[in-house]
């Protein structure tokens, strides 16, 4: 039925939902986010051939380890690899400092990159975290995906371990789950790259404690596993319904 539904649509109309099906964009502030809020999902991007990029907009590593680092853009390209993201961008913002700066230089790399990907789809942090960076880049990321990029249809905020159930009021509430049982060892695998982040369990950073999460997550939907989002903006075109 679907598939003559397809048929029935122009030619241009077609193509253009498909061309736009394949353009994801992810904003992380630091490496690891992209991992643990939607590494399961961005993997099932990538199986279908979605082209997916990640943006990781801090360096993640001077504050904490000093300036020699940890390998931090070793271990951020083998995690994209693990998940089957060919571009992912580095923007090198200090870590743990996105709250010195005006919005307005978070927000200019974030809309330039939004205008040159044209992405259907953004997952990024959600700004009810702990993190002050989550915060801060999740007011950006509101600002870089606004409707005038008319490209946009949908951004979804993501639960990012050790991050957002950890503030207070905890004001994320799921309200879309993707179903991960196909990937859960893919993001898992992906996030053992970053050594510098993974912590013993019961951490909620510890691999053990991530498969559990998503198992949660999951059995909240009768599903295996499953990442969580919270719609920040969706928007239906051309006659599309809800599913
Ligand atoms: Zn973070």
């Not at 990538?46 to 680092?69: N, P």
């Amino acid at each position: 039925m679907a598939n003559d539904l397809e048929l029935r649509q122009p030619r241009r109309w077609r193509q253009g939902r498909a061309m736009a099906s394949r353009r994801v964009l992810v904003i992380a502030a630091h490496p690891d986010d992209e991992l643990l809020g939607c590494g399961g999902t961005v993997a099932l991007h990538a199986k279908a051939g979605d082209e997916v990029t990640s943006v990781i907009v801090c360096e993640g590593e001077s504050l904490r380890y000093g300036l020699q680092g940890v390998g931090q853009t070793e271990h951020i390209r083998r995690a994209a690899a693990a998940l089957g993201v060919c571009d992912v961008r580095p923007l090198g913002f200090a870590d743990q400092r996105l709250d010195t700066l005006p919005l307005t230089e978070v927000i200019s790399p974030l809309e330039a990159l939004v205008k040159e990907l044209q992405p259907r789809i953004v997952y990024c942090q959600w700004g009810g975290d702990i993190n002050r960076d989550h915060q801060v880049l999740f007011q950006a990321a509101l600002v870089a995906t606004r409707p005038t990029a008319g490209w946009v249809r949908a951004v979804y905020a993501f639960d990012t371990a050790s991050s957002t159930e950890w503030a207070y009021p905890r004001t994320f509430t799921a309200d879309t789950w993707v179903d991960i049982s196909a990937t859960l060892d893919i993001k898992l695998a992906a996030m053992a790259c970053y050594t510098s982040e993974v912590r013993p369990y019961p951490h909620p950073r510890s691999l053990d404690a991530l498969r559990h999460r998503a198992l949660a997550w999951g059995n909240q939907q009768c599903l295996e596993a499953a990442e969580v989002f919270m719609t920040v903006r969706r928007t239906l075109q051309h006659g599309e319904t809800p599913v």
